[in-house]
């Protein structure tokens, strides 16, 4: 099994569209079938992580969002 699917890299440095277009790889791979216990395992928390990740950027899209809106409404003359 490789460092990739093993998942031991570092994932942190993914930006959005990395992170999701991985994540689909490994939902394919174990959508596939015919992977070991062990590979299923380790795509399945590989998943996971980049499924946090993906999370995290939107998340951080959200607030920013939010911010831009409440900053707005404070602008607005009334």
């Given at each position: ?17 990395q ?5 689909v ?36 899209a959200?607030?920013?969002?939010e ?7 404070d602008?607005?003359?009334?």
């Open positions: 099994m490789t460092d990739e699917a093993a998942g031991t890299e570092d994932l942190s440095q993914l930006s959005y569209e992170a999701r277009e991985e994540l790889a490994v939902v394919q791979r174990l959508e596939s079938g015919g992977a070991p216990l062990a590979e299923s395992l380790a795509l399945w928390e590989r998943g996971e992580r980049l499924a946090e990740i993906c999370q995290q950027w939107l998340d951080g959200k607030a920013k969002v911010a831009a809106r409440a900053s707005a409404t602008e607005t003359p009334s």
